[in-house]
């Protein structure tokens, strides 16, 4: 080992580019071997028509193979300049960013060129943020991404920055991060590594063109052959490019520890604490806001009050919270508000899927007009949903009193309409079990005494009200009385065969059959009311979910179409097309959904707890709040009510409304009173 070679421009001694150089260079084995592979045909073609100049290939069977083979050749060469054409011309995927512009981020770019030359390593071409917390070097020297660069640096990377970094680390914490990523661009640019990259992101791009929507029939089947081509070369280069890249993160990391060696251990502390806090709130605080049509437009700002929340709870977290006297990173940014509302409009697009500018349908927030604007809002559309789903069930107007429905919805016809009645609830226990099969016995031995009596008289033959909730299906059909009469000898007889043959002693497995909706949770609801509402509310939020989803796959079209043309009128005119702040995403939106699709008993829950949360707020002076690790609150006398979720799980998995009702009227809320609505 040598050290550090410390021109910068070369890949310096390290072990890791050393290891990365051999990767590239067996990357560009395999393109070689691809493009002598491509050739052989024209190279035997060629050997052929010189040996029949030359006299020593002749005859009619020479002739045939020269001319096959020469056909052969023709066709592999076309059709390897078409894979050549296809990968050179692609657009490789770009990560949606926010670009930063050396005016916008003076500071920033300064701090970064120090710890290039601090490196040894040359400075990268531009800098620019991610709603993410991770940071990373990106390759974006093709001509379709050179329209959009604002700075020098030909050939070198940019640097791109998780935003949430910036407004939780301090300066010397961010630049302790930044350090190994820097260091990347040593190697980055070693001729061999950057061939090699830009191979593998030219095949990777090649792959997904023939999902194009531009293209005809017939150029999307070419493109398809040239789509498998490419996955024959990316998976034999998988391996070898998997390892390059490791050789750089090697030798960058390496380069890194000559500064701030000491600082990033701990900076590395504060990397894993804003992943956590960034992700809290995102799915738990914007998350909401986003399905209201509303964007939290300083969502960096929040990662801190949320990490800052969360020192102030967790033991583990106190020191975190000293640092906030330190300077932070976003003061290097000349407008970080400007800057914090892009990337918050880019995490809306990016992890819900949300329109590419604001409108009346998608407005930004302030976190102070939160809890009036999403949570407030958010409660009254899932109360007036709820009641919408009950009218369209013909339930609201049975659950409750008439003059309440006259003056409006209210919470006591919800909590009515999901209590159970104690006869529903499941036995469980040896005690319940021995009872059940007792009744099994005695409604045994009446149906054996009603078969022996004869059919003299129909009422004989009614089933019990035990017999009728295990056999609906033919109560149901109870009108039709030629069915009914067949129905009930045939469940005669079976039980008079099942007394005989066990003389009246009876155990579990005798009953397995009769009473699996007893002992098989899934089988039969706790809360069939409850069922039957949560899957009315699943199928009426699929549907604006699908009406919303349209409306934003219009508006990505039309804003691709607009993008497609400036991007082509730049091209022919030979000019840089109108930089954009952000760039888009490649792909249909949302690219990282945050929560994977909620079950309709989680769906109802929630909108029962709006539906109660809307109550406190009308008739017992709560009000609405913002929890930053846990999104929207109600607040009770200033206090955050905790113990409010188990209660209303109770009402609808079990049809239990008294732990709601105590928490009522300890609270003082009024379920008799109407709820406004949106």
């Given at each position: ?349 990016l992890f819900h899927g949300g329109p590419a500018e604001p409108s009346p349908d998608w407005a930004p927030v302030e976190w ?56 529903t609830s499941r036995a469980v226990g040896p005690k319940a079990t021995a009872e059940r099969d007792a009744d099994a016995d ?73 009473h699996e909706h007893i002992d098989e949770d899934d089988d039969e609801p706790a809360n069939p009311a409850a069922e039957a ?146």
């Amino acid at each position: 080992m040598n050290g550090v070679s410390g021109t910068g421009s070369v890949v310096g001694e390290e072990w890791g580019a050393r290891a990365a150089r051999s990767r590239a260079l067996a990357v560009l084995r395999v393109r070689g071997r691809a493009l002598g592979l491509a050739v052989l045909p024209a190279a035997v073609a060629v050997v052929l028509h010189a040996g029949g100049l030359t006299g020593h290939f002749t005859g009619a069977a020479w002739d045939a193979a020269r001319w096959a083979v020469t056909v052969l050749a023709v066709v592999v060469l076309l059709a390897a300049a078409a894979v050549a054409l296809v990968v050179a011309r692609a657009r490789p995927a770009a990560t949606p960013t926010v670009a930063l512009a050396e005016t916008a981020a003076p500071d920033l770019y300064r701090l970064v060129r120090d710890l290039a030359d601090r490196l040894g390593v040359p400075p990268p071409a531009a800098i620019a943020l991610t709603p993410d917390c991770d940071s990373w070097l990106e390759d974006r020297t093709h001509r379709a991404h050179r329209l959009h660069r604002t700075t020098g640096g030909d050939g070198a990377p940019v640097l791109v920055i998780g935003s949430p970094f910036l407004w939780w680390m301090r300066v010397g914490e961010l630049r302790a991060v930044l350090a190994p990523v820097v260091a990347g661009t040593g190697p980055a640019a070693h001729p061999d590594i950057a061939a090699a990259r830009r191979f593998i992101r030219g095949l990777d791009a090649a792959v997904a063109v023939p999902g194009d929507s531009g293209l005809d029939p017939l150029r999307r089947l070419g493109a398809r052959g040239v789509g498998q081509v490419a996955r024959v070369l990316l998976r034999a280069c998988r391996e070898h490019a998997a390892e390059m890249e490791r050789g750089v993160a090697a030798a960058g990391s390496e380069r890194a520890q000559a500064v701030d060696y000491g600082v990033r251990i701990v900076a590395q502390e504060q990397v894993g604490l804003a992943y956590a806090g960034w992700d809290r709130l995102l799915t738990r605080v914007a998350l909401p806001a986003w399905r209201m049509g509303r964007w939290p437009s300083q969502l960096d700002a929040g990662v801190v009050s949320a990490l800052t929340e969360l020192s102030r709870r967790d033991r583990l977290a106190e020191g975190f919270s000293s640092r906030l006297g330190e300077r932070p990173a976003c003061d290097l940014l000349e407008e970080p508000g400007a800057v914090d509302e892009a990337t918050s409009l880019l995490a809306a697009r990016l992890f819900h899927g949300g329109p590419a500018e604001p409108s009346p349908d998608w407005a930004p927030v302030e976190w102070s007009q939160y809890p009036e604007e999403v949570v407030d809002r958010k409660w009254r559309t899932d109360a007036a949903r709820l009641h919408q789903v009950l009218d369209g069930l013909g339930m609201a107007s049975t659950s409750g009193d008439r003059a309440a429905d006259a003056a409006g919805p209210t919470l006591t016809e919800v909590m009515a309409h999901l209590t159970t009645t104690p006869t529903t609830s499941r036995a469980v226990g040896p005690k319940a079990t021995a009872e059940r099969d007792a009744d099994a016995d005695a409604d045994a031995a009446r149906e054996v005494e009603a078969r022996e009596d004869g059919p003299d008289d129909p009422d004989d033959h009614r089933p019990d009200s035990d017999d009728a909730d295990e056999h609906a299906p033919d109560a149901e059909h109870a009108e039709h009385a030629e069915h009914a009469e067949h129905a009930e000898h045939a469940e005669h007889a079976e039980h008079a065969e099942h007394a005989e043959h066990n003389d009246g002693d009876h155990n579990d497995a005798d009953h397995i059959g009769d009473h699996e909706h007893i002992d098989e949770d899934d089988d039969e609801p706790a809360n069939p009311a409850a069922e039957a509402l949560a899957g009315a509310l699943s199928a009426l939020l699929a549907r604006e979910e699908a009406a919303r989803e349209a409306r934003v796959a219009a508006e990505t079209a039309r804003t691709a179409e607009k993008s497609r043309k400036s991007a082509r009128r730049a091209d022919k005119d030979r000019q840089a097309a109108p930089h954009a702040a952000v760039s888009g995403p490649d792909g249909p939106l949302p690219l990282f959904p945050l929560q994977p699709p909620r079950t309709g008993r989680d769906l109802l829950a929630d909108h029962v707890t709006a539906m109660v949360c809307c109550a406190a707020v009308d008739t017992a002076e709560a009000t609405p709040g913002l929890d930053w690790l846990d999104g929207p609150a109600l607040l009770v006398g200033g206090e955050r009510a905790k113990d409010l979720g188990p209660r209303v799980l109770a009402l609808v998995e079990d049809g239990d409304p008294e732990p709601l009702r105590a928490w009522l009227a300890l609270t003082g809320v009024r379920p008799e009173k109407p709820v406004r609505l949106v």
